[in-house]
């Protein structure tokens, strides 16, 4: 297979993007987006996260997840208490109404995978789990460009 042919990272782009899009439908339906909807799902419904690990854990920029924290305390799904166990963190705890949407975003979530099973067999998942993580091992690789640059 040529370079050419194949434009991986176009691919696994586009695919994101629908899934994305797809993600945000559903959540419009409930007047959220598919980052509220996240967010939601990466509190534990039971003692709360640490502000501090929730960015970390969901893998986006501090300023978005601030913005995303403000919008999800003022719609009253989340409220801020101080962490007992670090006096410099807060804990986001979620309030019953969130409690309610992150079961509607779970919802959502097993849908999709169930429509997925549907028709990706477990096989071809194994697959495509593999080579997934063959390509975050590449691109995380600090050594893949650097017998690049002898040739330049």
């Known amino acids: 297979m040529s370079h050419n042919e ?3 990272d176009q691919f696994l782009r586009s695919t994101w993007l629908s899934v994305q899009k797809m993600y945000n439908e559903q959540a419009a339906k409930f007047n959220s987006t598919m980052v509220m909807g996240f967010t939601l799902l990466s509190i534990d419904p039971k003692s709360g996260t640490p ?3 929730l ?3 969901m893998g986006i920029e501090p300023t978005s997840l601030s913005r995303t924290l403000k919008n999800l305390e003022e719609r009253g ?3 801020r208490k101080p962490n ?8 986001i705890i979620l309030t019953e ?11 959502v979530v097993l849908n999709f ?3 997925i099973d549907e028709k990706i067999s477990e096989e071809e998942l194994r697959i495509f789990y593999k080579v997934l993580q063959k390509i975050n091992s590449i691109a995380s690789d600090k050594k893949t460009f650097e017998k ?3 040739l330049l």
């Open 97 to 107: 109404d969130g409690l309610k949407m992150r079961d509607v975003s779970k919802d």
């Open 55 to 57: 960015g970390p854990k």
């Open 6 to 8: 194949l434009a991986i």
């Open 148 to 150: 690049k640059k002898e």
């Open 113 to 115: 995978y169930d429509a």
């Open 77 to 79: 799904l989340i409220v």
């Open 51 to 53: 502000s501090t690990s």
């Open 84 to 91: 007992p166990e670090d006096g410099r963190s807060v804990l």
